[in-house]
């Protein structure tokens, strides 16, 4: 399909209860192409009361969702996946224009996404319990697992289908019933994929989704609701700090997938062909906006100048451009917001010492293309070291023993990923034991898999998407106790 097609067959509305509608005060949200800073088209802009409505929509669904054979809803699940795979060009190309990507890329974070999908619908057949005889023998004990009930997913718009996949996938799986409220930037990937959610047959009501420009007001008198039981949030830290507190207002079940500042380690004997591979993926995949994005990079002394200048070298030669063009390496950020904080980040640290080998600005031109940038020489106290930058912004700082590397990689509130690169395995395990995060990239510069239990620790959150771990989100466990 054209850009014109794909914008066009999009629905514009809100989901709920299985009908598409205009929201209740009739508002409407625009949504803007990152490259060139035009509107893409309007979609529902939801209030509290279409707020209201989703809730009480998903749970009218939930008892019968719980108890629809789990077969079934996986092969809901699956149809899906099929349909997704069928489409996933003019999903890619309607991802691109909203959230500025290469189209490559837009195709992998389909594919990625479509996993949970594929993953989960081969979970749904397997919650099982247990059965077990008490250690005096006086009882038996039986555990079974049961949906949570009603969820509010709130997503990002940094991979606008995957982030959300992830969660719907095993609710869906789970028999539970959900309200997804997509960022502001990037709705129209999710309001696509709840149209195929529903094509592949998923009842009314067990998906719904809503689109606003007022996420705190609208989604906030949902945590009053006693039929609201779980809340799943992926985006920044500091967002996500004031939903997990106002969950515990009614003792939410809470996932919370943050903020990053993952370090890249480069051993001085690593493979460093590999780790500049690494460190081009780690660094650039989704234009650097990334929660896995590997935010500095700590290189053993004797090989940091050279890492240095291959990183700078690829970095340089990459294309920029809008994402749909076919040479386009890497696209722009997503608003002029989020280019002037990473430009914030790079001009402290110069201010600071660093030296810059490539990069250092934005591009000037329509749209909110930022240079792909290496610095050097990042004094320890510069901002870029300690906040997540989420653009192409590559600072490297050099250490002398491991104990160094592993110290500094540690020194941050945040604890998602962090990647390391060496030959020596007692060194890999060793390492990888002590660095505080929920996920390490070892020789390699990308985690996310749908068969892994993604997650972070420290500020980054709690809870686990995708892998065995994913489904437990959304199951409770009873106990049930019986006399043998
Ligand atoms: P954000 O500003 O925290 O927003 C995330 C979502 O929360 C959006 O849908 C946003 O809606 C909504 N929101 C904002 N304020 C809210 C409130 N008071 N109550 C309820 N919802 C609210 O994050 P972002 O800038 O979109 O995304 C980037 C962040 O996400 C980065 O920090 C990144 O590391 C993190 N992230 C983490 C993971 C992970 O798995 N750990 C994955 C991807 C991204 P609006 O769009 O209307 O503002």
New binding site residues.
């Given amino acids: 399909m054209s850009e014109a097609e794909v914008l066009a067959a999009v629905p514009k509305g809100l989901l709920i209860g299985g009908e598409w509608r205009p929201a209740a005060s009739g508002a409407r949200l625009a949504v803007e192409d990152p490259a060139t800073g035009e509107t893409l088209c309007e979609v529902a802009d939801g209030s509290a009361d279409d707020a209201a409505a989703a809730l009480a929509a998903a749970a009218a669904a939930q008892v019968a969702w719980a108890v629809h054979p789990p077969r079934e809803r996986g092969e809901i699940l699956r149809r899906a996946f099929e349909l997704i795979a069928a489409r996933t060009d003019d999903l890619a190309l309607l991802m691109t224009l909203e959230m500025g990507k290469s189209l490559a890329e837009s195709r992998a974070e389909i594919t990625y996404a479509n996993e949970f999908l594929r993953w989960f619908s081969e979970e749904a057949v397997r919650l099982d319990g247990r059965y077990a005889t008490s250690p005096n023998g006086a009882n038996r004990l039986i555990t079974m697992r049961q949906a949570v009930g009603p969820c509010l997913l709130?997503?990002?718009?940094?991979?606008p289908l995957a982030?959300g996949a992830r969660k719907v996938g095993p609710a869906v799986a789970a028999g539970c019933t959900m309200v997804v409220?997509?960022?502001?930037?990037t709705p129209l990937s999710m309001l696509a994929f709840a149209a195929i959610m529903t094509e592949a047959g998923l009842p009314p009501g067990v998906l719904n989704i809503l689109t606003?420009?007022q996420?705190?007001k609208v989604?906030?008198p949902l945590f009053d609701d006693p039929r609201l039981r779980k809340v799943s949030?992926?985006?920044?830290?500091?967002?996500?700090r004031?939903?997990a507190a106002r969950a515990m207002d009614r003792v939410l079940r809470v996932s919370m997938?943050?903020?990053?500042n993952a370090p890249f380690l480069v051993f001085e004997d690593a493979d460093l062909d590999a780790a500049v591979e690494g460190a081009m993926l780690a660094k650039l995949r989704n234009v650097g906006e990334?929660?896995t994005a590997a935010n500095r990079f700590h290189v053993a002394a004797p090989l940091a100048d050279e890492f240095a200048s291959r990183l700078a070298e690829r970095m340089k030669a990459l294309r920029l451009g809008r994402g749909t063009e076919p040479d386009t390496d890497l696209g722009p950020l997503i608003d002029q917001t989020q280019r002037e904080k990473v430009h914030e980040l790079v001009a402290d640290a110069v201010g600071r010492g660093a030296k810059t080998l490539t990069g250092g600005g934005p591009l000037d031109g329509p749209g909110y293309f930022y240079r792909p940038t290496v610095l050097t020489d990042v004094p320890s106290d510069s901002r870029l070291l300690s906040e997540?930058v989420?653009g192409p912004v590559a600072p490297i700082v050099s250490f002398d023993s491991e104990d160094e590397a592993v110290e500094a990689a540690n020194k941050t509130e945040y604890g998602?990923v962090a990647y390391l690169f060496t030959r020596d395995l007692a060194r890999a395990l060793r390492v990888s034991e002590r660095l505080e995060t929920g996920m390490v990239g070892l020789n390699q510069g990308l985690v996310s898999n749908a068969a892994a239990p993604?997650?972070?620790i420290k500020q980054?959150?709690f809870g686990r998407?995708g892998g065995y771990e994913g489904i437990n989100e959304y199951l409770s466990t009873k106990y049930v106790a019986l006399p043998s």
Avoid: V, Y
């Fill in positions: 709130i997503t990002p718009w940094n991979f982030m409220k997509p960022a502001q930037q606003t420009s996420a705190g989604t906030d949030f992926t985006g920044s830290t500091e967002i996500g004031r939903i997938e943050l903020g990053g990334a929660c997540e989420f998602l993604f997650g972070g980054s959150g998407e």
